[in-house]
Every structure is written in C-alpha cells, then in structure tokens.
C-alpha cells in the first residue's frame, strides 16, 4: 500500500472525518518478511518462555535475563533499531510484530523487554545526540547491554515532573552529580544503562541523564519488590548517592526531561498494547481447549451458552485491539515516512511521527490492557475451580495482566490525555472539531428525517451508526464545553466518560474497516467470523456510549435542554436493523470451538 495513494488522517482526526477501508493497515497487510519474522518469534517465545512458564513464576530473574539474553542474539532486541546503529531497521509495525508475539508467554519477559525495547531505549534513540547513540545504542540494541527507565519516585508517580532526584554540577564542571530515589524500576536488578531523570537547582522541568549502572559510583539497589504479578521481573528502588554522570551524557538538553520523559512513554503506550495482544491469544485458545475437553452434565463445557458468551467476548476483544493496534502503528510509521521525505532526519521523523497520535497510543493502552484483564478473568470463571490454581496458566496470566493498566501511566491519566490533547489539537487548528460540534448542534434543532435508508453493501449501517456515534461524542463534547468553559479540565469525571465514548468510536471503527478491507480483498464468504466479532463490537459500543451520554446529560443539564440532548441521543443511537447478538456470539464461538484455537 502506497503512501501516496492513501488518505492519511492526522492523530485523533478520526473523530471528524470518515477514514475509507483501502486506508488502514490491517494484520492482513504484513509482507511476507514480516510474517516470517512472526513466526520465529513464536517460535522462541513457545520454546524459551511459553514451555517454561511455571518457572518464571518462582521470582527467577535470572531465567528472565537469559531469555533477554538470547533474543537479543536473534536480533529480536534491535528489530526498530536504525542498522547504523546495530539494529535490522526495520519499521515501526515489524518493532510492534515482534513485541506482540514476544510478549504473549510471560508477563516477566514481556515487562522485561517492554522496559529495554522501548523506555529503555527510545530515549537515547529520540534524542541523544551522535555521540551518545554511537556509544550507547548498539549494544541495546545486541542485547549486551540492558536498559532501564529511572523516572518514578515515592513523590513522584502520575505527577513525574514533580521529582525530587537531584543533578549537582561539579566544581570543575565535569560531571553531575546525582542523588536521590527511584522506586517500581523494572530491569534494575540487570540493567547496565539508566536512563535517570533529575532535577538541577531549581529548574521547573526535570533534566534527562544517561548512566552507567556501576555500584561503585554511588549507585545502589533495593531488594526485589514483592509483586502481585510479573514474579519474574526484576522490578527494584534505586539510589544515588551523589553519583557523578558525565556532562555530556545529559540527554537533549536541560529541561528537556519531562517532554523526554512523555514522549518515551506514549511509544511505550503502543508498544503495550501490542504486548497485550498476543496474550490475549493464547488466553483465549488455552479457554477453548480446555472447554473442549472439560465435561460436566455429561455434555463438553463448551456446548453451553454461558461458555460459548464468554468465548466470543474474548475472541472479538482480541479481533478488535489487533485492528486498532496495527492501524494506528502504521499510521504512525506512515507519518515517519513522510517526515523523512520532507528532510528530516530518523530522530526528528520519529518524534514528530509519534507526538501527532498521541491520543491514539493512549486508547489503545486503555483499551488493550483492559480488554487483556477482562479475558484472563473470563479465562479463569472458564477453568473454574482450576483457573484458580496456580497449575494453569490462567492464574498467573490474570495476575501479570492486571499491571498494564498502570504501566505508562495510569489508564486515567491516559482517558485524560485523550481528551485534553484533542482539545488541544482543535484550538491549534489541527483538528475541525469545534465547527463540527457546531454543526451537529445545528442538526440537533433541525427535523430528523423519517426516511428508512436502503442499505445494500456490506457495513452500509455499521458505517451510519458510527457516523452517528462520532455526532454524540460532538454533542457531549460541546454540553461540557457550554457547561463549565475552560474549567472542563478540572472535571475529571465528565472527561473519563467522553474518553471512553471516543475509545469505543475508535476501536469499534478499527475493526469495521479491517473486516470490510478483507471482505473486498477475501470476499465476504470467508469472513464471516470476522463480520459477527465486527457487527457485535459496534453493537456493544453503541449500548455502552448511550449510557455513558445519558450519565452526562444527566448531569451536564435539565429541563429543555436535557430533554433536547435525550432527543438528540435517540437519534444518533438508532439501528434501522438491529443485530442478534445472541446470535452472533454463538457464531462467532462455533468457529473457534471448530479450530480448537483463536483462528483470525
């Protein structure tokens, strides 16, 4: 797929405009390359961590950093690494290939490549200068050296910018000198490389440092955490204790810590939500086989329809985050692209490219982290009593799975970044969304037709019903603007309740598209699973947006204007045709229950 022959939508426009099926990236789209490299990342993670997983389960960190050790020898460590820097070069979809199925085994080993590949890394990568990318990248990227992500401290959590590390220059101006806490430092127990965020004097924003892990420098460690999950993840404090840090080994600039600090994690953010999916996966083939072959009544558990419900939840969840995923994964590498083409070089490309879907990586790390704890859960209630036992894999996967949704900031600080970079975005003029409120205010005051639209293509309503959910995220958007002006970043409730009226809208959108791409490419013989999972998402997304709308009406106003606003929610709710999603479900379990295995 051309770059010039597709539409590209910047970062979080989706809201305002229709996005056509031949302009997205699906899983179907990987090159033949990429799917090779795929399978020999399932491959290693069936054979080093997958066969392996109830040792990884007994706090073995050394299993943990052998398994690190031997992809990176196999190149799995510098996949997105540029290859003047010691890594294969390859784009940024084939980086999130790789941490998909390299994380779907073991939440220890997917925490731990997670941290090295990304936060670990990326830093350095984005904004080190030659110098310091010479020196310090190749052997991230071969795996010789591993990396860790310094940020947080005991005051310091959501509020990163508010650390108190501090950075002393030398007298002779030679070094920094570095003391304070760090705490929840995954790979701290084996990494060589820090990245360190400090304050120096009184500066309003963190400075960035690259550091040498040496304990004689001043450096020392806690004890391994006692965790609820990722048992196998090293996961300790930090100390510095007037540590000296060269100067040049000051990443960027001073001051630039904290933009360092929110760019490295919403490349994190994205990388997490691939990391979920494979997950979800092998949660969900683990489920079936087992209720396959598990029999009560004298009838095979998967006959029955509580069983088959929870089945095809967990199969479309995982068929909806691939979509949205690799959509906007190669959005993002497209945008890359582009920037490269105008003149700018990797590091300026990238940091442009990732900075535009910012709203974009924070859905999906809300959504897939989410989805990923909801399908271990079900896993378990599957299993039963077994699921309860630390004999099956469900236990520990609910248990790895229930981190993610405070990695790379909290899934509420992320709903909020949804919302306050849109708005952000439409008073620079980057995105229409405040003359598209107005127009759907316009419409609201207006007579709906009563004419039954003829519907003849394949998604003709599915494509009305999420035009219609893209007007009441305007509508609830504009009620909370008129409601409490400037002051709407300070009510937090009406923003997580519009923040996820968009997750759904996107998510909902991702997995039409990717199935009406294929039905055009596949025919619509052939996927008829992928249409219910598809029908039945933006079935639910509908169900759940109407009562997210009707808790802010609720609240946002009364009298006239409430019962203005339920109008306009009926309207914009609205199937001609509605779905059996009984019946779906039962479809969409068939088909799974068939290949004995997550099969899209």
Not at 100 to 117: E, I, K, L, M, R
Not at 557 to 566: P, V
Request: with cysteine.
């Amino acid at each position: 797929m051309e770059i010039q022959n597709k539409i590209i939508t910047r970062g979080g426009e989706f809201i305002v405009k229709d996005t056509m099926c031949e302009d997205i990236f699906t899983p179907e789209d990987f090159t033949d390359e990429q799917k090779m490299m795929r399978d020999a990342v399932k491959e290693f993670a069936d054979k080093e961590i997958w066969d392996k997983k109830h040792e990884f389960e007994k706090h073995n960190y050394k299993l943990t950093e052998e398994v690190m050790e031997k992809a990176g020898n196999l190149g799995f460590l510098g996949v997105g690494v540029p290859e003047e820097y010691g890594g294969l070069g390859m784009p940024l979809t084939s980086s999130l290939l790789v941490c998909d199925y390299f994380s779907g085994s073991s939440g220890s080993t997917s925490t731990a490549f997670g941290a090295h590949t990304g936060i670990g890394t990326m830093p350095i990568l984005m904004y080190g200068n030659e110098d310091q990318k010479m020196k310090y990248i190749p052997k991230l990227a071969s795996g010789e050296h591993i990396g860790a992500y310094c940020l947080t401290e005991p005051s310091a959590g959501s509020d990163a910018n508010n650390g108190k590390t501090k950075a002393e220059l030398s007298s002779d101006k030679k070094y920094y000198e570095i003391t304070g806490q760090k705490m929840w430092i995954s790979n701290a127990g084996f990494a060589d490389i820090l990245t360190v965020f400090a304050r120096i004097e009184n500066d309003k924003n963190i400075t960035a440092f690259i550091v040498e892990n040496n304990p004689e420098n001043g450096i020392e460690l806690g004890s391994e955490e006692s965790k609820l999950g990722i048992h196998s993840s090293s996961t300790r404090q930090v100390f510095f204790n007037g540590t000296k840090v060269p100067v040049e080994n000051m990443l960027s600039e001073r001051g630039n810590g904290f933009k360092i600090a929110m760019n490295a994690l919403n490349i994190g953010r994205i990388k997490l939500a691939a990391a979920c999916l494979d997950a979800e996966r092998r949660i969900t083939t683990t489920s079936v086989k087992y209720a396959i072959e598990r029999e009560q009544f004298k009838t095979r558990i998967i006959e029955f329809g509580a069983i088959k419900e929870k089945i095809a939840k967990m199969a479309m969840d995982t068929y909806v985050g691939e979509a949205a995923t690799y959509r906007a994964t190669k959005d993002i590498e497209d945008r890359i692209t582009i920037l490269r083409e105008d003149g700018k070089n990797h590091q300026e490309a990238e940091l442009k490219g990732v900075e535009e879907y910012v709203i974009e990586c924070s859905i999906l790390k809300v959504a897939l982290s989410e989805d990923t704890q909801n399908c271990a859960d079900q896993g378990i209630q599957i299993f039963g009593g077994m699921g309860y036992s630390t004999e099956t894999p469900m236990e520990s996967a609910w248990r790895d799975s229930r981190i993610a949704r405070i990695y790379e900031g909290t899934n509420e600080i992320n709903r909020l970044v949804t919302i306050g970079m849109l708005i952000k975005k439409a008073f620079k003029g980057h995105i229409n969304l405040i003359e598209k409120a107005e127009e759907v205010a316009n419409e609201l005051t207006e007579i709906p037709s009563f004419d039954i639209p003829e519907f003849i293509s394949i998604f003709d309503q599915e494509k009305l019903v999420l035009k219609n959910l893209k007007k009441i995220f305007l509508m609830l958007a504009g009620a909370g603007m008129k409601k409490f002006g400037v002051d709407l970043e300070k009510e937090q409730e009406v923003l997580l309740a519009i923040s996820d009226v968009l997750i759904e809208i996107y998510m909902a959108e991702s997995a039409i598209l990717r199935t009406e791409k294929n039905c055009k490419r596949f025919g619509e013989d052939s996927q008829t699973g992928q249409i219910a999972m598809s029908q039945l998402y933006l079935y639910e997304a509908n169900e759940l947006i109407s009562n997210k709308a009707k808790e802010l009406i609720f609240s946002l106003s009364e009298g006239s204007e409430q019962k203005f606003l339920l109008m306009g929610l009926k309207r914009f709710t609205k199937y001609y045709e509605y779905p059996k999603p009984i019946e779906l479900k039962r479809k969409i379990s068939k088909i799974i229950s068939t290949e004995s295995r997550y099969c899209f």
